[in-house]
């Protein structure tokens, strides 16, 4: 019986939950065969949630990319949000690799 590579996924939220997963375990195997075959190869919307990120700092987005068991989907990394949103965000920030960030690093101030 042959392992089954890990999941990955493309997560992005901000201060009023979760926006989108992408699963995106398959994109560098799709990215090689479109370069094989001359075709044009598969595109991640990373530009895009940036721009929108940047264009609502106030909501504080946040995006990753994790790498995740494989049998996890996308349907569970949904209801992992759902249910607990804050231990969701936890575990991606500990485990998962920072793609844009506006998450505030220290407390405001008030005088």
């Not at 940036?50 to 946040?62: D, K, Q, T």
């Amino acid at each position: 019986m042959s392992k089954r590579e890990p999941n990955k996924f493309l997560v992005m939220w901000d201060n009023q939950g979760l926006e989108s997963v992408l699963d995106i375990s398959t994109y560098e195997q799709k990215l090689m065969w479109a370069k094989l075959s001359n075709t044009q190869p598969p595109r991640l919307p990373i530009v895009e949630m940036i721009w929108r990120a940047r264009s609502n700092a106030h909501r504080f987005y946040e995006i990753y990319t994790i790498t995740v068991d494989s049998n996890v989907t996308t349907e569970d990394m949904r209801n992992i949000f759902e249910g607990d949103p804050q231990e969701a965000v936890n575990l991606i920030r500990a485990r998962g690799t920072v793609i844009y960030s506006d998450r505030a690093k220290t407390a405001p101030v008030i005088v």
